[in-house]
């Protein structure tokens, strides 16, 4: 995502805490707030220049400061990417074929509740779920890899 506000608004930090000291692991993938992406999606959406670099830099904080409360601080990590920004997505148990996903598309003038919003099962959870050549079929698998390959060609936020 870009600031992944979801996340970040509606969970505190005790609370991310108390999943991952119980086992949750959490990637968090954010877009960089210096890059020229972060720029054409404030033009994008009519915000005044810094306005969402400056959101996704206090997401970040928060994030890292929740990261420092852990014991296993391996269980939150937490990257950058600086590509343009393609969707949010929050994907549960995103490793397993039995996750669940909400997935956000970035349109060009609309943001947050006026995006339309997918729910994605992961193809344990659905019945037919091979496609013909016996790989994963469906959405959840599609963005999973996205997810994958984005996470890949991030960096580390230390």
Same mark, same amino acid.
């Given at each position: 995502? =870009? *600031? ?15 999943? %991952?000291? &119980?086992?949750?692991? $959490? @990637? ?9 992406? $972060?720029? !054409?999606?404030? !033009? #994008? ?5 810094? #306005?969402? &670099?400056? +959101?996704?830099?206090?997401? =970040?904080?928060?994030?890292? @400061?929740? !990261? +420092? ?5 391996? %269980?939150?990590? =937490? ?10 997505? /929050? ?7 039995? *996750?669940? *996903?909400?997935?956000?598309? /970035?349109?060009?003038? %609309? ?5 339309? $919003?997918?729910?994605? @099962? ?8 091979? %496609? @013909?050549?016996?790989?994963? +079929?469906?959405?959840?698998?599609? /963005? !999973?890899? #996205?997810?994958?390959? +984005? ?5 580390? $936020?230390?």
């Amino acid at each position: 995502g =870009i *600031g992944l506000n979801m996340l970040v608004q509606n969970f505190s930090g005790r609370r991310l805490v108390r999943l %991952a000291e &119980s086992g949750c692991r $959490v @990637r968090l993938l954010f877009l960089n707030p210096a890059s020229s992406a $972060v720029k !054409r999606r404030e !033009r #994008e959406l009519g915000l005044k220049r810094g #306005e969402l &670099s400056r +959101a996704v830099e206090m997401n =970040i904080l928060h994030m890292r @400061r929740v !990261r +420092a409360r852990l014991r296993d601080p391996g %269980a939150f990590e =937490i990257q950058v990417y600086d590509e343009t920004p393609r969707f949010t997505a /929050y994907l549960v148990d995103g490793d397993g074929s039995d *996750g669940v *996903g909400v997935v956000q598309s /970035y349109l060009r003038r %609309a943001r947050g509740m006026e995006a339309p $919003v997918l729910v994605l @099962r992961g193809p344990g959870r659905v019945v037919k779920a091979q %496609a @013909r050549d016996g790989e994963e +079929a469906g959405l959840f698998p599609t /963005y !999973r890899e #996205e997810f994958e390959l +984005a996470w890949a060609d991030a960096r580390p $936020v230390s």
